[in-house]
């Protein structure tokens, strides 16, 4: 390493350990989540040599803005986990060890063990400075070790000489006092860890012909084609048989639907299994692709035509689903499980869309396009208002015909408080037959929440700064 190098990692830890105690540890941070993420770009992009790589803070910047643009907590531990493994992803390509095949998942996960074996890089740059460095270093530690006595004392003389000096000196005691406690001590160690393992990842990039990566053989498999030909023939026969049935009941709906059964209720079920069945059909088309991938002939022409055509059923499975879940929400309402169930299936389409390019062209780098497009729905539900979304639906619900589960929306986080307090304008609005008196309990609920979030509030603090105090503004 030069001598430049060592500073810029050194510099590098004590910056990433500060800031990151600073700004990503207070409780209930928010606007300096993202400020870190930013930071840490700024200061790599200063560093590294290569630059490409580090369009990987795009998606860390846009997950990192959840903890500015919702008050829940839903997505913590999983935002914390995604950065950290693009942390390390964005590493393996900054030393080139980035693999374009599908191992590059495992490589991924692997490397997130190296930057441990560099903990100490940063003490050890430390201690090997010049002797002229040392003795400087030994200088300035013995001049502050003569010191702290003679100011302690000082400090005394002039407190006792001064009331105001002294009332200073009691509240910056007390200060320390609050700032030395068993949760800042943790915070200090947990800081110090982060810091040393970002340092770590830096070194890679710095030494790259140092790390060693466990090279995983994969074990090779094949289907017989003739077995797989046949089975995928029956299943789709099956299908086919199932598809009819959707068109004819279900999108149409000129099918005529057995004694007793309702079409809202034969519309309203089954959406859960669909999803599973669409699923596990794009799973079965990659695994059959790679698995019979060096067969030819007139088989593998035939295999190619039912793979397309299980890509079309599985299209009409998605689209049955979608509405199956949409019918859903419009009779009992949004919650956070059906929005992440439609949102899934919006995502699901563009992974079908990738499989059928797949399924023409078996080169085409279809596990990289299928962690995109995850790492695309994952950065839609952290940016998307979810709680609001659905508070809002159900307070219309309610307004419209008291059919919104009011309940259920004073579960959610705090993002919902602008939402709820429609209902007391709501409220307002009827002059002899207001609504409160109507459902006393559905009242009292949301005067509750809405009190509990805004007198539950942390003293303030910059790093807290939360789009949720912008839309709180104006509610008493």
């Not at 950290?84 to 599908?102: C, D, E, H, W």
């Not at 490589?107 to 940063?122: D, M």
């Not at 059928?356 to 299928?370: D, E, H, K, Q, S």
């Not at 307090?421 to 002059?431: A, I, K, T, V």
Request: with cysteine; glycine share 2%.
């Amino acid at each position: 390493m030069t001598h430049e190098q060592k500073i810029n990692l050194t510099l590098y830890w004590i910056a990433s350990t500060v800031s990151f105690i600073y700004l990503v540890l207070p409780q209930k941070a928010a606007i300096s989540v993202p400020i870190f993420i930013i930071l840490q770009f700024v200061m790599l992009f200063f560093i590294v040599p290569k630059r490409k790589p580090l369009l990987l803070f795009i998606p860390m910047f846009l997950i990192s803005l959840n903890s500015f643009i919702s008050t829940g907590t839903l997505w913590q531990t999983f935002n914390f986990i995604t950065i950290f493994l693009l942390y390390n992803a964005m590493t393996l390509m900054l030393i080139g060890k980035f693999p374009r095949s599908t191992e590059f998942i495992s490589r991924t996960i692997s490397n997130t063990l190296n930057p441990l074996y560099f903990f100490s890089k940063p003490f050890e740059l430390l201690s090997s400075s010049s002797a002229k460095h040392t003795r400087i270093l030994y200088k300035v530690a013995t001049s502050i070790l003569i010191s702290i006595p003679i100011l302690i004392l000082l400090l005394m003389m002039l407190s006792s000489a001064d009331a105001v000096f002294a009332n200073m000196i009691e509240n910056f005691w007390r200060f320390l006092a609050d700032l030395i406690t068993l949760p800042s001590f943790f915070k200090l160690i947990f800081g110090v860890a982060v810091g040393l393992y970002l340092s770590g990842l830096l070194y890679m990039t710095m030494e790259p012909d140092k790390i060693k990566f466990i090279d995983y053989k994969p074990i090779k498999y094949s289907w017989d084609l003739l077995i797989t030909n046949i089975t995928s023939t029956l299943v789709l026969i099956i299908y086919t048989f199932f598809v009819l049935i959707q068109i004819t009941y279900l999108f149409t709906g000129i099918g005529t639907l057995p004694a007793g059964l309702t079409y809202a209720e034969y519309a309203r079920r089954g959406f859960f299994q669909l999803l599973i069945l669409s699923i596990i059909n794009i799973v079965m088309i990659f695994a059959i692709i790679n698995l019979t991938r060096n067969a030819t002939g007139k088989w593998a022409k035939y295999k190619t035509v039912i793979l397309a055509y299980s890509c079309f059923v599985t299209a009409v499975l998605l689209a049955s689903s979608f509405y199956r879940m949409w019918l859903y929400i419009d009779f009992y309402g949004m919650t956070r499980l059906r929005f992440l169930v439609i949102s899934f299936l919006c995502f699901e389409i563009l992974g079908l869309i990738a499989t059928v390019r797949y399924v023409m062209r078996p080169t085409f780098n279809i596990v990289g396009v299928y962690v995109c497009i995850m790492l695309a729905f994952y950065t839609f539900v952290n940016l998307a208002p979810m709680d609001a979304i659905i508070a809002k639906n159900q307070v219309d619900r309610y307004i419209a015909d008291e059919s919104g589960d009011i309940y259920y929306v004073t579960t959610l986080s705090n993002d919902v408080v602008p939402q709820l307090s429609r209902l007391l304008e709501y409220e307002n609005s009827f002059e002899d037959n207001p609504w409160s008196a109507r459902d006393e309990d559905t009242a009292w609920l949301v005067r509750d929440f809405i009190t509990r979030a805004n007198n539950n509030k942390l003293p303030p603090l910059w790093q807290r700064w939360h789009l949720y105090d912008i839309l709180s503004s104006n509610i008493d």
